[in-house]
């Protein structure tokens, strides 16, 4: 999952520059004459409100999972680079963002910061749309902020699974009116249907371009930070409504025994109040024991090493208002 590649001289995202020209300055054509197609290289910033379905679109264009997913919003609060690989067309690196909000804590002030890093180093802006869900002045914000990008602009309508067709032309040709975006693509996430069409789209709109990144790589998150995200899915998957909030999930230790092909993982829920350890620990455990074991049983899946999970349970008051520790649980996003 890692990246170990030194090579410096390709762009990526992180503001490296190199080899692929940014934007304003990128080739039109990615073909010359009686010369057979030039592979690309691109940056595809995926942005869009909370819950509209921007992990499992990620999740269903690489083809693995590297991005958590969960029906509550806000589950997404780092960028995350997910790397398609094509052998003929070349490579895209995806940004996956947090969901665009309004911040109210340090931490969401990161978050948004992560967002528009993401948008100002994108060679295509995807702009994803909860098309069951009435245009409202959230995506109105988001509409606003794309604006003031000067690359591709896509409108995908995600969740077109559970809308009626006659309902869809109208909400396609609200966001043609914009005249703001190169493409509008309905999509599901969720069945597949149009993904294959957008990816088309995405290679299509990218500069030409060498790979930035090993062809074996799908992610340039390293299996520590990985770990501590499945986690807290499966924390996000078993607590109510407002836990999620106040809660994070951090890997104090890892250890590997090759010999024995096993993974030591030592990692801390953190919560905001004394209150909210009961709920997670649960009656003799039971909680933290359920949490515990599904993630352990993805990661053995996705490490392909028998891993030992040891979690407990801690209070940080103010967790989302402490810049060392946002800092601290930001140690891993890196390109």
Known sequence: MKVKSNDESRRRPGGRSGAVSAPGGRRDAATTAGATPARRFGIVAIVGRPNAGK????????????????????????????????PERGQIAFLDTPGIHKPLHKLNVRMMDHVRASLAEADVVAMIVDATEPFGRGDQFVVDMLRNTDVKRFAILNKIDLVKKQKLLPIMQHYAGMELFDEIVPVSAATGDGV???????????PAGEPAYPQEDYTTQPERFFAAEIIREKLLAHTAEELPYTTAVSVDRWEEEEEKNLIKIYATIVVERESQKPIIIGKQGAMAKQIGSEARQELEATLGAKVFLDLHVAVHERWREDERFLGDLEWPIRD
């Open 55 to 86: 992990s499992t679109l990620l999740n269903g264009i690489l083809g693995h999972k590297v991005s958590i997913v969960s029906s509550k919003p806000q589950t997404t609060r780092n960028r995350i680079v997910g790397i398609l690989n094509d």
């Open 196 to 206: 294959a069409q957008l990816v088309d789209l995405f290679f299509a709109n990218v």
